[in-house]
């Protein structure tokens, strides 16, 4: 099964930027609707943002404006942009499958000091 890896997490101070990647395997991604997750309070995978395999995205009221997630097919890999971030941003970040097909991986920690 597919398991993605996901990187680029790291300490930022409120306002900063990172950019989170996902890479997979040759074609992995390419047919899907890929997107971002993380961990909820209640230990649920919430929906950050999503792409589908055309462009199209959608994102988590709570990131909108600030996040932005792009796909590059012929890399096999799915990005996050995330500017003006937030200590309520802080979190583990997961990338899967739109509908969670894919083996779930160990994610990226992001985390935002005030």
């Known amino acids: 099964q597919v398991q993605p890896v996901e990187s680029g997490g790291g300490l930022v101070q409120a306002g900063g930027s990172l950019r989170l990647s996902c890479a997979g395997p040759?074609?992995?991604?390419?047919?899907?609707?890929m997107a971002w997750f993380r961990q909820t309070p209640g230990n649920e995978r919430e929906l950050v943002a999503s792409i589908t395999s055309y462009g199209t995205t959608n994102y988590a009221a709570s990131v909108k404006g600030r996040f932005t997630i792009s796909r590059d097919n012929a890399k096999n890999t799915v990005y996050l942009q995330m500017n003006s971030l937030k200590p309520e941003d802080t979190n583990v970040y997961y990338c899967?499958?739109?509908?969670?097909?894919?083996?779930w991986g160990q994610g990226t920690q992001v985390t935002v000091s005030s």
């Open positions: 040759e074609n992995a991604f390419s047919a899907k609707s």
């Open positions: 899967n499958s739109l509908y969670r097909t894919l083996k």
